[in-house]
């Protein structure tokens, strides 16, 4: 057991590390070359960061700008594709917390708008609210002249009430309801 522990035979030594080392490349593409073996990969990736095709190609482009500034890093990276991938996922990622740093409107100089949807759902709230203080008949009215249906078909499914009686109570009903939501009635 002593033996083998004397050995340190897990720890490698300093010539086996030098020759595990890579050895330096013997010719290196020229940028020319590198840019096109790198561009078509870099496409889909900035595509699955930015969602985007133009935000996709602006990346691409603003990531080619920066690895020709700094072709000798380029060039001389032990893995350029990996290395040509991280710069663009740090541009990415600037341009992203460029864009959050904007706090207000008031930096924008744009007026607070109300989303479509909460304005409707809103106003639809209003409406229910207002036709829960009318009577059963009277909402009934309502609905069915609101789904576009005729008197007369309003009278039978009502049952007993007149021809006037029913448009006089359709009129009641839809001048409470426009008093309720705060409208005027024509």
């Known amino acids: 057991m002593e033996a083998t522990n004397s050995l340190n035979i897990f720890t490698p030594t300093q010539t ?25 990969k870099l496409l ?22 920066k690895l020709i500034e700094n072709k000798d890093k380029f060039l001389g990276a032990e893995y350029p594709l990996a290395y040509s991938r991280t710069i663009l996922r740090n541009t990415f990622i600037d341009k992203c917390r460029k864009d959050s740093k ?15 949807n909460k304005l409707k759902s809103f106003e639809h709230q209003e409406l229910m609210n207002c036709l829960k203080q009318q009577n059963e008949t009277d909402r009934t009215i ?39 939501l705060g409208r005027k009635r024509k």
């Open 102 to 116: 904007v706090d207000s409107l008031d930096e924008l100089n744009l007026e607070p708008v109300i989303n479509e």
């Open 142 to 180: 309502l609905a069915m002249k609101g789904a576009g249906h005729d008197y007369d078909v309003i009278q039978k499914f009502i049952g007993k009430i007149s021809m006037g009686n029913l448009r006089t109570k359709t009129t009641r009903a839809r001048t409470l309801l426009a008093d309720c």
């Open 16 to 40: 086996r590390v030098e020759e595990v080392a890579t050895p330096p490349k013997v010719n290196p593409p020229s940028l020319k070359e590198a840019l096109h073996i790198v561009s078509p």
């Open 44 to 65: 889909p990736f900035a595509l699955s960061l930015s969602g985007n095709m133009s935000d996709a190609e602006d990346l691409c482009q603003a990531t080619f700008l």
